[in-house]
């Protein structure tokens, strides 16, 4: 029954259009109230717990450091490293995408960030060189889900947080995962560039291609730095997301001298109004993830899940069309703040590696963010590629699929991220 009421209170105020902060504090109050232990100082208290974390504090650094590489015209530079590798080959503006994604996914670890910095740049050179529009969105929205998944990722970061599980695993577990992402793209454009009739650019001098290093180095060096200090147990995640927000700062505002006061101060601004929304919906998820925990959700869930816990497999599967349908209506963050708390009880009593099933949860809301009606990604790509919603699900229907194939097959043979993880953890 309690299950029923909280989630009957939290859709019912979500189709009202609630902001799901808000709904989530909501149905919190109407649970509290049928339970019969309604206190106002409770629901304070669960406020203030949620956004009081340290490993949370990562999420406003990461969050600045992607805003001061964008505004810092590291991405650029980015983009242009990539153009020099690729560029000259059938497709290769598609290959550039995919390359710049990835490398952008390892520096910032927001999606929509990357997906709007990348869509602002190449949308318009490749629909010039002859792309089709629509194909050419959908690659970038496909390539800017990688985002979440290759560290550093923000979605881990508040995943760990919420289901209890180290952030530094869940990091080195994602590389492989999100690498074979990008793989999967590069399948899926070689084929649909086959027969394309493009403009293919002219190739670069081999001293174009020593310049476009050399001025892309200090942004290829941030995920080195990052991976290499979590692998060497030099800092924490947090610490991590503190010495990526200071490199980023220095490289645009002393290196590529890009970054003025005004823009730095514009940046800061930008950083917090982001994380105001993080944190306020991390505040509102600890009142809903108590009331979950007093009403004992997880063990009706369990007994709903009960058959499957003796098969692991099934159960895994079971979870992720759970997770696909609420993540066609939910935006990432709410879902892994509703349904972390819920399902990794279950996932212990299973005896599933809790890591492998965060790789797993956050793949699943990053395709999350290709569907619609939420489709954060796919809305944003759709804007700043100056197409339809309509027009933009048809370009991103191959990627998609095979984006889908990717997380299936990690359903299916888990080593693939428990063996990488293993060998980065020693």
Do not use: H
């Amino acid at each position: 029954m309690t299950s029923v009421v909280f989630l009957g209170s939290l859709l019912g105020a979500m189709a009202l259009g609630m902001p799901i902060a808000f709904a989530l504090l909501l149905s919190g109050v109407i649970l509290m109230f049928s339970m019969g232990v309604f206190d106002s100082q409770i629901i304070a208290q669960n406020l203030i717990n949620g956004a009081n974390s340290f490993p949370l504090l990562a999420v406003p650094f990461f969050i600045l450091a992607g805003e001061f590489m964008n505004a810092g015209g590291i991405s650029r530079k980015i983009i242009n490293f990539a153009l020099t590798l690729v560029g000259q080959v059938r497709g290769g503006l598609g290959y550039v995408a995919i390359i710049a994604a990835v490398i952008f996914a390892g520096l910032s670890g927001s999606a929509v960030a990357d997906t709007a910095a990348l869509g602002a740049i190449l949308i318009p050179m490749m629909v010039k060189a002859g792309y089709d529009r629509d194909r050419a969105a959908g690659l970038i929205a496909a390539g800017g889900i990688i985002a979440p998944v290759i560290p550093p990722s923000i979605a881990f970061i508040i995943f760990g947080v919420t289901a209890d599980v180290s952030i530094t695993k869940l990091f080195l577990a994602g590389i492989v995962p999100g690498l074979m992402m990008g793989i999967a793209l590069v399948a899926v454009w070689w084929w649909y560039s086959r027969k394309a009739t493009v403009e293919v650019m002219p190739r670069k001098t081999f001293k174009e291609v020593l310049f476009a290093i050399k001025d892309a180095a200090w942004a290829l060096l941030l995920p080195v730095i990052i991976l290499g200090g979590l692998r060497g147990g030099m800092f924490t995640p947090t610490e991590a997301a503190v010495v990526a927000a200071f490199y980023a700062l220095f490289v645009g505002a002393v290196i590529n001298r890009s970054l003025s006061l005004k823009v730095i101060y514009q940046c800061l601004v930008g950083a917090a109004k982001t994380t105001s929304v993080v944190m306020f919906l991390a505040a509102a998820a600890m009142v809903s993830s108590w009331l979950i925990t007093l009403a004992n959700v997880p063990a009706q869930i369990t007994e709903w899940l009960g058959p499957l816990i003796d098969s692991p497999l099934l159960l895994v599967l079971m979870m992720n069309v759970l997770l696909v349908l609420v993540g066609t209506a939910l935006d990432m963050t709410p879902t892994i703040l509703i349904m972390a708390p819920v399902l990794m009880p279950i996932v212990v009593q299973a005896g599933i590696d809790p890591v492998y099933f965060g790789v797993l949860f956050v793949l699943n809301c990053s395709i999350g963010l290709l569907t619609p009606p939420v489709g954060t990604v796919l809305n944003v790509a759709a804007g700043v590629g100056r197409t339809t919603m309509e027009g933009i699900m048809k370009g991103v229907m191959p990627f998609l699929i095979v984006q889908c194939i990717v997380m299936l097959l990690l359903i299916l043979f888990p080593s693939i991220v428990t063996v990488p993880l293993e060998w980065f953890s020693r």
